[in-house]
């Protein structure tokens, strides 16, 4: 794997969105294509796939993972896995610039040091979504989750603690990157149905890379 330089936000803004989540404008958009580039390169070793929930439905979203530990869905349930179960091997390292990212998007909403063990990659095509749900499969909730947007732009739905409350819906771009910690950790999200487009550097398609300590 090649190394790239992190490039810092040429236009930092933050908005906050909940008691501990915030959003980062743009914190990620001058680095983009390093990390789509990157993405090609883990792909190319743990392909995309449309994994089973353990109700037995094929999720929307295509998902692959770097990290110690990958999170996988199959009819036995939800897990964080060493190896990936289609190939046998360990996945990815996370990449460097990855690391940086993550790192640096987490120190900007207020938590320190913070190592991610878990990068999971999800690609959106049109219509693909995630329905509303926590994550809840790591060992330790006091960590925050960061979350990068590339490519089309997508509605992130964010609800409170309890699945009945009304999620807001919040318009996420290219670059765009979201700090979930403290109180916000538990929250309920999703992501809405995937509008058609085309986007430069990666094409039909919604790439988020969701960094997790999950061991
Ligand atoms: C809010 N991914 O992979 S990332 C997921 O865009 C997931 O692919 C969505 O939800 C995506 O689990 C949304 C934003 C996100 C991630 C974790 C959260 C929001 C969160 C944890 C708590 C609250
Ligand atoms: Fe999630």
């Known amino acids: 794997m090649r190394n790239y330089e992190l490039w810092p936000s040429d236009r930092p803004s933050t908005e906050p969105l909940a008691d501990g989540a915030a959003l980062l ?3 990620a958009s001058r680095n983009a294509a390093a990390l789509l580039d990157a993405v090609r390169e883990i792909a190319a070793i743990a392909p995309f796939r449309h994994m ?7 999720m929307s979203v295509a998902m692959t993972n ?3 530990a990958g999170w996988v869905s199959d009819a036995t349930g939800y897990r964080y ?6 190939t046998g091997r360990p996945w990815p390292a996370i990449p460097e610039l990855f690391m940086a990212l993550a790192a640096g998007a987490a120190a900007e909403a207020g938590f320190a040091n913070f190592t991610p063990d878990a990068c999971l990659i999800n690609r959106y095509e049109t219509g693909a979504r995630l329905t509303l749900h926590q994550d809840r499969d790591e060992q330790d909730f006091t960590k ?3 979350s ?8 992130f739905l964010f609800g409170g603690s309890r699945r009945k409350e009304r999620p807001r819906r919040v318009r996420i771009e290219s670059g765009d990157v979201a700090v979930w910690g403290g109180p916000a950790r538990l929250a309920f999200h999703g992501i809405a149905p995937l509008a058609a487009g085309f986007d430069s550097l990666a094409g039909e398609y919604r790439i988020n890379l969701t960094f997790r300590k999950a061991l």
Request: aromatic fraction near 6%.
């Open 25 to 27: 404008r743009g914190f």
């Open 52 to 58: 089973i929930t353990p109700g037995g439905y094929r």
């Open 66 to 68: 770097c990290g110690e």
């Open 81 to 86: 896995d060493s190896h990936d179960p289609e």
């Open 144 to 146: 925050p989750i960061v």
């Open 148 to 155: 990068v947007s590339l490519g089309l732009p997508a509605v």
